[in-house]
């Protein structure tokens, strides 16, 4: 307890922390503002490829799927490594994704390099630039988040009329090579992210700890692996001795046998004779001398390994060695004693096989352990059908928009329209959810928001102007930026700070395959239909259920333990 004080560095709430927000501000633009404009790509796809609309729509379903996939492993680097080198890695990769994606042929080569390439990048620059704002604030949180995220819409707002123009003037090649040298200012956006001092410590703490862990195990195999070794050379040494002894006994008799004997031979009967003690004690002083080396190591991490349980087992003494055998009795003997010390070590190595296991288990488990939090797993269940209804209309809404009459640049209107209303409700519902009063219904605030969106696009389909889609634009974008800055300030209610980045990588993980199977099974229907009736209507019941669910499971739980589920 007394260790972990010194880096429990208390949050800002400011200072450096608004340039940690800017810097989370123009990842989100890189990010999650280029995947929306990535469906206006979707009707020059489909007709440069000839394609149907299940077959291009998996192009923005990879892209989306890859990025919440590999949240994981983007809080992963950020905790390892730091959040710097993890949002600087993901800008190369997503920047070379999308280059690449400018000499594609196919859509398949799409696949591969818009798709999973170009989401790995964004999975690395994402979560880890979203979990620095939560570390840097604290009674802000909710405002830092709201203007961190809104960058998704101010993105969309200035992108999504500018990509339109790009493939005007540049053709979709041109276009997507363009955003490739945008994205790539992520690693700038990398650069602003500076760890707290205490951050630091901790990292410097876990790495000590971690490198002792390591030497331990290291000398707990060198041991074993060393007495292995002795015992088969003691083996290999009895039995040959044990046959010349024998070869000896039986051709005492003879003199002229003797005589006859190769050169290497009686060598080796000489050097029998006269001189097995002096190898056995050679033989041990160099055993001992390495043994002792291989204490002294053990016990500069006696420490850790008492904290992690690992005994060093006693090595085997230069006394143990057996002599040579005066009689097949205890050659016998000799030969059972080295079996049982060859079993004895072999164990040796599989306990250290399995304290390398132990070392690794305790600080995942550790690191994971808000998996048991009831009310986080409820969390979770609401954002799998949020993940499914929140994606189909960023993905449809500029081909429903150009089947119901709307010209291009309308459409590409249409979704800065919805950007500019989602920088209304990111702020907004910000401000709000900060606000002492309104602090404990912060949940509340979130189902009303997905809920909300959910209704408005089960009137979608009845919209078949630019004038009645303007509305659906604003309401759904309003309620789409609340939610979208509501996440991370829920999930950071729900579990501890220290564990917000595993958190929130699991939370993105989990959007993975309702991103990866909704735009499809979307295309499928309009394919089958004719019409993007039963799609907006599946996307507007998945978003309704998230927000039913929670809220559901909190009355019976009010009612049941007098007490709220989140708050």
Same mark, same amino acid.
Not at 274 to 283: E, F, I, L, N, V
Not at 420 to 430: D, E, M, P
């Given at each position: 307890?007394?260790?972990?004080?010194?880096?429990?560095?208390?949050?800002?709430?400011?200072?450096? $922390?608004?340039?940690?927000?800017?810097?989370?501000? #123009?990842?989100?633009?890189? *990010?999650?503002?280029?995947?929306?404009?990535? /469906?206006?790509?979707?009707?020059?796809?489909?007709?440069?490829?000839?394609?149907?609309?299940?077959?291009?729509?998996?192009?923005?379903?990879?892209?989306?799927? *890859?990025?919440?996939?590999?949240?994981?492993?983007?809080?992963?680097?950020?905790?390892? =490594?730091?959040?710097?080198?993890?949002?600087?890695?993901? !800008?190369?990769?997503?920047?070379?994704?999308?280059?690449?994606?400018?000499?594609?042929?196919?859509?398949?080569? #799409?696949?591969?390099?818009?798709?999973?390439?170009?989401?790995?990048?964004?999975?690395?620059?994402?979560?880890?630039?979203?979990?620095?704002?939560?570390?840097?604030?604290?009674?802000?949180?909710? =405002?830092?988040?709201?203007?961190?995220?809104?960058?998704?819409?101010?993105?969309?707002?200035?992108?999504?009329?500018?990509?339109?123009?790009?493939?005007?003037?540049?053709?979709?090649?041109?276009?997507?090579?363009?955003?490739?040298?945008?994205?790539?200012?992520? &690693?700038? &956006?990398?650069?602003?992210?500076?760890?707290?001092?205490?951050?630091? !410590?901790?990292?410097? %703490?876990?790495?000590?700890?971690?490198?002792?862990?390591?030497?331990?195990?290291?000398?707990? #195999? @060198?041991? $074993?692996?060393?007495?292995?070794?002795?015992?088969?050379?003691? +083996?290999?040494?009895?039995?040959?001795?044990?046959?010349?002894?024998?070869?000896?006994?039986?051709?005492?008799?003879?003199?002229?046998?003797?005589?006859?004997?190769?050169?290497?031979?009686? %060598?080796?009967?000489?050097?029998?004779?006269?001189?097995?003690?002096?190898?056995?004690?050679?033989?041990?002083?160099?055993?001992?001398?390495?043994?002792?080396?291989?204490?002294?190591?053990?016990?500069?991490?006696?420490?850790?390994?008492?904290?992690?349980?690992?005994?060093?087992?006693?090595?085997?003494?230069?006394?143990?060695?057996?002599?040579?055998?005066?009689?097949?009795? %205890?050659?016998?003997?000799?030969?059972?004693?080295?079996? +049982?010390?060859?079993?004895?070590?072999?164990?040796?190595?599989?306990?250290?096989?399995?304290?390398?296991?132990?070392?690794?288990?305790?600080?995942? =488990?550790? %690191?994971?352990?808000?998996?048991?939090?009831?009310?986080?797993?409820?969390?979770?269940?609401?954002?799998?059908?949020?993940?499914?209804?929140?994606?189909?209309?960023?993905?449809?809404?500029?081909?429903?928009?150009?089947?119901?009459?709307?010209?291009?640049? +309308?459409?590409?209107?249409?979704?800065?329209?919805?950007?500019?209303?989602?920088?209304?409700?990111?702020?907004?519902?910000?401000?709000?959810?900060?606000?002492?009063?309104?602090?404990?219904?912060?949940?509340? /605030?979130?189902?009303?928001?997905?809920?909300?969106?959910?209704?408005?696009?089960?009137?979608?389909?009845?919209? /078949?102007?630019?004038?009645?889609?303007?509305?659906?634009?604003?309401?759904?974008?309003?309620?789409?930026?609340?939610?979208?800055?509501?996440?991370?300030?829920?999930?950071?209610?729900?579990?501890?700070?220290? +564990?917000?980045?595993?958190?929130? !990588?699991?939370?993105?993980?989990?959007?993975?395959?309702?991103?990866?199977?909704?735009?499809?099974?979307?295309?499928? =229907?309009?394919?089958?239909?004719?019409?993007?009736?039963?799609?907006?209507?599946?996307?507007?019941?998945?978003?309704?259920?998230?927000?039913?669910?929670? @809220?559901?499971?909190?009355?019976?739980?009010?009612?049941?333990?007098?007490?709220?589920?989140?708050?």
């Amino acid at each position: 307890m007394t260790e972990k004080k010194p880096h429990s560095v208390a949050t800002p709430d400011g200072g450096w $922390g608004w340039m940690i927000v800017a810097g989370c501000f #123009l990842t989100t633009v890189c *990010t999650r503002a280029v995947t929306r404009c990535v /469906s206006i790509f979707f009707v020059e796809f489909q007709s440069y490829f000839s394609r149907d609309y299940s077959a291009t729509a998996w192009i923005h379903s990879l892209l989306d799927c *890859t990025t919440m996939l590999c949240a994981p492993l983007g809080s992963y680097i950020g905790n390892r =490594l730091s959040s710097r080198t993890a949002v600087m890695i993901g !800008g190369l990769l997503s920047s070379a994704g999308l280059v690449l994606s400018s000499l594609a042929t196919s859509v398949e080569f #799409l696949y591969l390099t818009l798709g999973v390439l170009t989401g790995l990048g964004f999975a690395l620059s994402y979560t880890p630039a979203i979990a620095m704002v939560g570390s840097y604030f604290s009674e802000r949180k909710a =405002l830092a988040y709201g203007i961190a995220m809104s960058g998704s819409g101010i993105g969309t707002f200035i992108l999504a009329p500018a990509v339109q123009l790009l493939i005007e003037f540049f053709s979709w090649r041109g276009a997507l090579l363009i955003l490739g040298g945008l994205v790539s200012h992520l &690693c700038v &956006c990398g650069a602003l992210m500076r760890p707290l001092e205490g951050q630091r !410590g901790r990292q410097k %703490e876990m790495d000590l700890e971690g490198n002792k862990k390591v030497d331990l195990l290291n000398v707990k #195999l @060198a041991d $074993g692996v060393l007495n292995v070794e002795l015992c088969a050379q003691e +083996q290999r040494s009895v039995e040959i001795k044990h046959m010349d002894t024998d070869k000896m006994m039986k051709d005492r008799g003879g003199k002229e046998q003797a005589d006859n004997m190769p050169w290497d031979g009686k %060598e080796q009967m000489e050097e029998d004779k006269s001189g097995p003690s002096d190898a056995k004690h050679t033989h041990s002083d160099e055993e001992l001398n390495h043994r002792q080396d291989l204490s002294e190591d053990s016990e500069t991490v006696n420490g850790s390994a008492d904290e992690w349980n690992i005994s060093v087992p006693a090595l085997i003494q230069s006394d143990d060695l057996p002599a040579i055998p005066e009689s097949k009795s %205890e050659a016998n003997a000799n030969h059972t004693a080295l079996a +049982q010390s060859k079993v004895v070590n072999t164990n040796i190595l599989k306990e250290s096989r399995e304290n390398v296991w132990s070392v690794i288990r305790k600080p995942v =488990l550790r %690191e994971y352990s808000f998996l048991l939090i009831p009310d986080f797993l409820l969390l979770l269940v609401s954002f799998l059908f949020l993940a499914y209804g929140c994606s189909v209309p960023f993905v449809y809404l500029v081909p429903y928009s150009l089947s119901a009459g709307v010209s291009p640049q +309308q459409a590409a209107l249409l979704m800065s329209i919805l950007g500019v209303s989602g920088i209304v409700g990111t702020i907004t519902f910000g401000w709000i959810a900060d606000r002492k009063c309104l602090r404990p219904y912060r949940v509340v /605030s979130y189902m009303l928001a997905v809920g909300s969106e959910g209704l408005s696009c089960l009137f979608l389909p009845l919209l /078949s102007g630019f004038s009645l889609l303007v509305p659906f634009s604003l309401i759904y974008g309003y309620f789409d930026g609340a939610y979208v800055a509501l996440i991370p300030v829920v999930t950071s209610d729900t579990v501890s700070s220290t +564990q917000l980045t595993s958190a929130l !990588g699991v939370v993105y993980f989990l959007h993975a395959i309702p991103y990866l199977i909704s735009p499809p099974i979307g295309g499928w =229907l309009v394919d089958q239909t004719g019409s993007y009736t039963s799609t907006f209507f599946l996307s507007g019941v998945s978003l309704i259920c998230s927000a039913v669910i929670l @809220a559901a499971v909190r009355v019976i739980i009010r009612c049941t333990r007098g007490s709220s589920c989140l708050n």
